[in-house]
C-alpha cells in the first residue's frame, strides 16, 4: 500500500490535464479547461479540469479528485494500482514492489 505522502506527491506531481485528455477531449474555458464527463451520460461539458490545482470535477455526477481519482475511476483499478503505475512514470520508485 503507497504511504500518504507518496499518495499527495503523486496527486500534486502528476499533469492531470495529460491525464484527463488521454481519454476525451478537452477545451479552455475561462479558469479551467472543460470537457464531456465520461463517468455519466453528459450532452453539455460538465467537467471541469483544473491546470492550476490538479484536480477535476463534474457538475453533472458529482465525481471530483487529483489524477489518482480519475484514473481509478475511469480505468477500475484500485488506488494502490494507479499510484504504483504513475509513481513510476514520474520516476518516484523505479520498481512496483517498492510501492
Do not use: W
Not at 457538475?59 to 471530483?64: L, N, Q, R, V, Y
Amino acid at each position: 500500500m503507497p504511504s500518504d505522502e507518496l499518495i499527495s506527491h503523486i496527486q500534486t506531481k502528476a499533469p492531470i490535464v495529460n491525464i484527463v485528455s488521454a481519454y476525451l477531449p478537452l477545451q479552455d474555458s475561462r479558469k479551467a479547461l472543460k470537457g464531456r464527463c465520461p463517468f455519466h451520460p453528459d450532452s453539455g461539458a460538465s467537467l471541469m479540469v483544473s491546470q492550476d490545482k490538479n484536480t477535476f470535477k463534474c457538475f453533472g455526477c458529482g465525481k471530483e479528485g487529483g489524477p489518482i481519482e480519475f484514473l481509478m475511476a475511469i480505468e477500475g483499478k484500485s488506488r494502490s494500482e494507479i499510484a504504483g503505475r504513475l509513481a513510476v512514470k514520474l520516476g518516484l520508485v523505479h520498481d512496483l514492489r517498492a510501492v
